[in-house]
T-cell receptor
Framework: EDKVVQSPLSLVVHEGDTVTLNCSYE??????LLWYKQEKKAPTFLFML????IEKKSGRLSSILDKKELFSILNITATQTGDSAVYLC???????????FGTGTRLKVLA | DTGVSQDPRHKITKRGQNVTFRCDPI?????LYWYRQTLGQGPEFLTY????????KSRLLSDRFSAERPKGSFSTLEIQRTEQGDSAMYLC????????????FGPGTRLTVL
C-alpha cells in the first residue's frame, strides 16, 4: 500500500533557528512530491518536486528530493513566528489522480 | 476573490441526516478534488473530477457518499445518513490542466455530526 511518512510529528524552535522537516514515501510509479503549509485553514502550496526538478528554493524555504532514497526534506532558515503551521507532504503517482498526504509536521516558532 | 470557495463553512447535523456541500473552483480550472481531513491527519483523497467526469473515487469511500460536477464548474458532495465518524473538515481543491499537480484548496466545510 502506498504511504507517506513525515517526521518529526511536531517541533518547537525559537525565532532564528533553522529547521529540517522530513518526508519519506513508499509508492508505486512515483510522479511528483508536493509540500504544503497549513495554518488554521486550507493548505497552501509551497513546492513541487519531480524527476526533472529535484531542488527548489523560495526565500528562506528550500526543498530537495532524493528519488533514490525515496525522501524529501523541507528546510526553513531564520525561522519566524509566522512560519508556525503544519507542513504537509503529498505524493502523486502515475496511473492515478489521487494524492497521498502524510500526517504533517506541526512547527511552532517561539518569539 | 478568485480563489476556491466552499459553502457552508460549518455544518452541524444530527446522525442520520443527509448533508450537501458545495465547491466553486477557480474558474479556469478543469480539475477538482474532494478531500476529508480529521484532526491531526493529512487530507485524505475522496474523489476527482476532470470537467464533469468523475474519473476516480477512493475505494475507502462509503456508498453513502456521492459527488457530482454537472456542468464541469461547481461540484457538490453529499453524505447520506450521516454518522458520527463522518465528522471532519471536507476540503475541495482545483487545478488546471497545465499545472495539474499544483492544487489550490478552498477553506473547507467543517462537519459535526451529533
Amino acid at each position: 500500500e502506498d504511504k507517506v511518512v513525515q517526521s518529526p510529528l511536531s517541533l518547537v524552535v525559537h525565532e532564528g533557528d533553522t529547521v529540517t522537516l522530513n518526508c519519506s514515501y513508499e509508492v508505486t510509479n512515483f510522479r511528483s512530491l508536493l509540500w504544503y503549509k497549513q495554518e488554521k485553514k486550507a493548505p497552501t502550496f509551497l513546492f513541487m518536486l519531480t524527476s526533472s526538478g529535484i531542488e527548489k528554493k523560495s526565500g528562506r524555504l528550500s526543498s530537495i528530493l532524493d528519488k533514490k532514497e525515496l525522501f524529501s526534506i523541507l528546510n526553513i532558515t531564520a525561522t519566524q513566528t509566522g512560519d508556525s503551521a503544519v507542513y504537509l507532504c503529498a505524493v502523486s503517482t502515475s496511473g492515478t489522480y489521487k494524492y497521498i498526504f502524510g500526517t504533517g509536521t506541526r512547527l511552532k516558532v517561539l518569539a | 476573490d478568485t480563489g476556491v470557495s466552499q459553502d457552508p463553512r460549518h455544518k452541524i447535523t444530527k446522525r442520520g441526516q443527509n448533508v450537501t456541500f458545495r465547491c466553486d473552483p477557480i474558474s479556469e480550472h478543469n480539475r477538482l478534488y474532494w478531500y476529508r481531513q480529521t484532526l491531526g491527519q493529512g487530507p485524505e483523497f475522496l474523489t476527482y473530477f476532470q470537467n464533469e467526469a468523475q474519473l476516480e473515487k477512493s475505494r475507502l469511500l462509503s456508498d453513502r457518499f456521492s459527488a457530482e460536477r454537472p456542468k464541469g464548474s461547481f461540484s457538490t458532495l453529499e453524505i447520506q445518513r450521516t454518522e458520527q465518524g463522518d465528522s471532519a473538515m471536507y476540503l475541495c481543491a482545483s487545478s488546471s490542466w497545465d499545472t495539474s499537480d499544483t492544487q489550490y484548496f478552498g477553506p473547507g466545510t467543517r462537519l459535526t455530526v451529533l
